[in-house]
Nanobody
Framework: QVRLVESGGGEVQPGGSLRLSCEIS????????MGWYRQAPGKQRELVAS?????????DYADSVRGRFTISRDFAKNAMYLQMSSLKPEDTAVYYC?????????????WGQGTQVTVSS
């Protein structure tokens, strides 16, 4: 069973920074897409940043966070990170890490439990 565990959330003032971590119980080489989603109160869960393994591994970002957030991975530690800078109140949400695997024509989705990020003065 694959487990994803987020940490690093908290409360920060506008303009501040936070770094979220996601520890993964399996080798990250086994995943196809890895990324971060968020869900604000009363809103649908939305993609924040993702990486799709392939010939060209180029991160993809939501327009609302591009230039402020950076997704990265440490394969030696089986960990994924989301560095968030210039935070805004509208970034307040529960942040989830995500990974999927493709096996015998089926896709398996894995989610963490979420970590709260609150941006407030």
């Amino acid at each position: 069973q694959v487990r994803l565990v987020e940490s690093g959330g908290g409360e920060v003032q506008p303009g501040g920074s936070l770094r979220l971590s996601c520890e993964i119980s399996a080798s990250m080489h086994s995943f196809n897409v890895m990324g971060w989603y968020r869900q604000a109160p009363g809103k649908q869960r939305e993609l924040v940043a993702s990486i799709t393994d392939g010939i060209s591994i180029i991160p993809d970002y939501a327009d609302s966070v591009r230039g402020r957030f950076t997704i990265s991975r440490d394969f030696a530690k089986n960990a994924m990170y989301l560095q968030m800078s210039s935070l805004k109140p509208e970034d307040t949400a529960v942040y989830y890490c995500y990974a999927d695997q493709l096996y015998q024509s089926r896709k398996y989705d894995y989610w963490g439990q979420g970590t709260q990020v609150t941006v407030s003065s």
